[in-house]
């Protein structure tokens, strides 16, 4: 793939993965086709920063962690109110990261 093409989808991306992992993300774009780079283009990536907001304003209902994809801990969250509460607030602080790694996954799958 054109190096140019990478860097102008990293460029365009790098809110949804985390640091650390977009050398590792530049080293697979630059080795894809142009059929999985297609594939590649169509993939929706979940917002940090909504994911945040979301656990802010919802957490102890765990709506934040049934939007990034984990359904089994937002029914756990959803049926314990959160953990008391605490459980969401420790979320405020983990949900963006939990957010990029589902993404770097969604990204590694979609490749498959």
């Known amino acids: 793939m054109d190096a140019q093409k990478v860097d102008m989808y990293l460029l365009m991306n790098n809110k949804y993965f985390e640091e650390?992992?977009?050398n590792a993300i530049r080293e697979k774009l630059l080795s894809l086709d142009e059929d999985?780079?297609?594939r590649l283009q169509f993939t929706q990536y979940?917002?940090?920063t909504t994911a945040l907001l979301i656990?802010?304003?919802a957490g102890a209902y765990g709506i934040d962690r049934f939007y990034i994809g984990d359904t089994g801990m937002g029914v756990g969250k959803l049926l314990t109110c959160g953990g008391l509460g605490i459980w969401a607030i420790v979320d405020w602080f983990l949900i963006q990261?939990?957010?990029k790694e589902k993404n770097v996954e969604k990204f590694f799958n979609a490749l498959m």
């Open 20 to 22: 650390h992992q977009l």
């Open 36 to 38: 999985q780079w297609n």
């Open 46 to 48: 979940k917002d940090p």
């Open 55 to 57: 656990s802010i304003f």
């Open 97 to 99: 990261g939990a957010t």
